[in-house]
């Protein structure tokens, strides 16, 4: 796939971008290079290969989920405005 300088005016034109000849110009090459990269990667035979997330085996590394904070939840609600029945009372925001 190929784009002419009038195909780019109009990609631009639809974009709201205003382009000279020279970047007009300019920009068509550097699409039409993507496009011609685009058709290389699609050339190539990937029948037997598994699609994969990402290029190398990495994984994240995890740390154990165990509690590591003291309960103090007593604590804070006590110096509090409002609590009822464990929850924080706010005021209405929304009628």
Same mark, same amino acid.
């Given at each position: ?8 005016? =109009? $990609?631009? =034109?639809?974009? !709201?971008?205003? @382009?000279? /000849? ?8 550097? @699409?039409?290079? $993507? *496009? !011609?990269? $685009? ?5 190539? +035979? ?14 994240? =590394?995890? !740390?154990? +989920?165990? %509690?590591?904070? &003291?309960? !103090? =939840? /007593? @604590? *804070? ?11 924080? @009372?706010? &005021?209405? %925001? $929304?009628?």
């Amino acid at each position: 796939m190929s784009l002419s300088p009038e195909d780019i005016q =109009r $990609i631009a =034109r639809l974009a !709201r971008i205003r @382009l000279t /000849e020279a970047e007009a110009a300019q920009t068509g090459a550097q @699409l039409n290079g $993507i *496009f !011609r990269l $685009i058709e290389q990667m699609q050339a190539v +035979d990937t029948t037997g290969v598994a699609p994969m997330a990402h290029a190398q085996e990495v994984y994240q =590394r995890l !740390r154990a +989920d165990a %509690v590591t904070e &003291p309960n !103090r =939840r /007593e @604590l *804070f609600q006590a110096i509090a405005p409002q609590t009822e029945a464990g929850l924080y @009372l706010v &005021p209405k %925001v $929304i009628e």
